[in-house]
């Protein structure tokens, strides 16, 4: 065999388990990462998030849970992430007797076969009309 068929046999090997490298990466235990639009939002608002992947792309059908205003820890909520990774949360509840807890928060994704789970650390606030 040439020398140049080795070399083209051994370039095209590296070339093949790169590839399946960056596959795996891509399609397993990829990290993601929620964002809010608001931090701060009227009574009877509303405001919208993105549950997005290491590499930027909006991560499509997934449940976001989250905490409704209430008394000690409210109430969990789901939303589901639309194709875009996208979630809104329309109606925001102020409660008049639940003082600083008047809160959306612990905005939580759970993870899944291809995706890390996450949690958005932050609290969009309700204020009264």
Not at 55 to 71: F, I, M
Request: overall charge negative; proline content about 3%; glycine content about 10%.
């Amino acid at each position: 065999m040439e020398r140049q068929s080795k070399i083209l046999i051994v370039l095209l090997v590296a070339f093949v388990i790169c590839m399946a490298v960056f596959w795996f990466q891509f399609n397993n235990n990829v990290s993601t990462f929620m964002i809010l639009n608001e931090t701060e939002v009227a009574e009877n608002g509303s405001f919208s998030g993105m549950l997005t992947d290491a590499y930027g792309y909006g991560v499509p059908n997934q449940t976001v849970t989250y905490h409704k205003p209430g008394y000690e820890m409210g109430t969990i909520v789901d939303a589901k992430t639309d194709e875009n990774g996208e979630f809104t949360i329309e109606n925001v509840e102020y409660l008049p007797d639940a003082g600083k807890d008047n809160y959306y928060g612990d905005f939580t994704f759970a993870g899944n076969g291809k995706y890390l789970g996450c949690t958005y650390e932050g609290n969009v606030t309700v204020v009264p009309k």
